[in-house]
C-alpha cells in the first residue's frame, strides 16, 4: 500500500509541476508558433514554392489544436492531455487504493479513457450546429456592408465585432490573420479548416472565385444567404423526421453497456465470469460485435444526403 501512495504522489506531483511549467512558458510559446505560422504563411503565398514543397502531414500537436478549437475549448493540447490523463489514472488509482476489484477498475478506466474524446466530439457538433446557423446571418450583415460600400474585411470585422460566438470568435481570428499580414484567400482557408463545415466551404468557394474572375459579390453573397437558409431549414426538417430513429437506436444500443458498467460498479464478481472463461469471451466478443453493427446500421438509416 505504501508503495502505491509513494507512486500515486509521485505521479500527481509530476503532473502539477508539469502544469505549472505549461502555464509559466504559455507566453513564449504562443509567440514562438505564431512566428513560425507568419513564416509558414509567407511561403505557402508562392504558388511556385507551393508546388516544389513535399506534402507533409500536420504534427500531433497541431491536429489536436485544430480539434480543441473546433470544439470550442480554449486550452492548449498539452494541458488537454494533461487532463485527459489525469481522468484516467487518478480515478483508477482511488479505487486501487480502496483495494476495489480488478473489474470495477477497468470500468473506470475505460470511462477515463473515453469521455474527454467525447465531450470534444459533442462540442464540436454543437458548436458546428450554431455556426452553420449563424452563418445565414452574418452573410446578410455582410451584404448589407458591402451594398454600404465597406470592403470584404470591413464587413468581416463587422461580423466579429457585433454578431456572438461562435462566429463572432472564428471571424476575429480571421480578420486578425489578415492584419498580421496573411492574404485574404489562406486566412479564408484556414476558417475552413478549422470550422469545418459545408456552407462555409461554399462560401469561402463562391467568395475566391468572385475575387479571381470578377462579378458582383453583393448579388452572389445574397443567393449565398437565401441557399444556406434554405439548406439549414430542410436540414431541420430532416432532423426531426429522423428524431425518431435516432432516439431509439442510441436508446438500444446504451442499454447493455449500461447495465453492464453498472454491474461492474456494483457486482464485479457476477461479471467476472465473462473475463475468465472462453466462453464468456466468445460471448462479450459476439456481443461487441453485433452492438457495432446495429449501430451502423441504423446510423445508415438516419443518415440522408441532401
Known amino acids: 500500500m505504501s508503495i502505491i501512495l509513494a507512486v500515486a504522489s509521485g505521479l500527481f506531483a509530476f503532473i502539477v509541476a508539469a502544469i505549472l511549467l505549461s502555464l ?13 505560422e507568419l513564416t509558414d504563411k509567407e511561403t505557402a503565398d508562392s504558388p511556385i514554392k507551393k508546388q516544389r514543397q513535399p506534402k507533409r502531414n500536420l504534427p500531433v500537436s497541431r491536429v489536436f489544436a485544430n480539434e480543441l478549437s473546433t470544439a470550442g475549448i480554449r486550452m492548449r493540447p498539452e494541458e488537454f492531455l494533461i487532463l485527459w490523463l489525469c481522468s484516467i489514472l487518478l480515478p483508477s488509482g482511488l479505487f486501487l487504493i480502496m483495494d476495489a476489484h480488478p473489474v470495477t477498475i477497468t470500468a473506470v478506466v475505460i470511462a477515463g479513457l473515453t469521455a474527454p474524446p467525447l465531450i470534444v466530439y459533442r462540442r464540436k457538433a454543437k458548436r458546428l450546429l450554431l455556426f452553420e446557423k449563424q452563418l445565414s446571418d452574418a452573410l446578410m450583415m455582410m451584404g448589407n456592408g458591402l451594398r454600404a460600400g465597406l470592403t470584404l474585411q470591413q464587413t468581416m470585422a463587422n461580423i466579429a465585432h457585433e454578431m456572438p460566438d461562435p462566429i463572432a470568435r472564428e471571424f476575429a481570428r480571421t480578420v486578425k490573420e489578415i492584419q498580421l499580414g496573411s492574404s485574404v484567400d489562406l486566412a479564408l482557408n484556414n476558417l475552413v479548416q478549422r470550422v469545418k463545415s459545408m456552407d462555409l466551404m461554399l462560401t469561402v468557394s463562391a467568395i475566391q472565385i468572385q475575387r479571381q474572375v470578377g462579378g458582383n459579390l453583393l448579388e452572389i453573397i445574397e443567393n449565398l ?25 442510441l436508446i438500444v444500443g446504451m442499454i447493455p453497456v449500461a447495465i453492464g458498467g453498472m454491474l461492474m460498479l456494483i457486482n464485479p464478481e457476477y461479471i467476472q465470469t465473462f473475463f475468465e472463461t472462453s466462453m464468456g469471451v466468445k460471448m462479450l466478443i459476439v456481443a461487441g460485435c453485433m452492438e457495432l453493427t446495429g449501430f451502423l446500421v441504423i446510423k445508415r438509416i438516419v443518415t440522408i444526403k441532401y
Open 24 to 36: 509559466g512558458m504559455r507566453d513564449r510559446i504562443n509567440m514562438v508558433r505564431r512566428l513560425k
Open 225 to 249: 444567404a437565401a441557399t444556406i437558409k434554405d439548406r439549414l431549414k430542410l436540414k431541420d426538417d430532416i432532423r426531426v423526421m429522423t428524431s425518431t430513429g435516432r432516439i431509439s437506436g
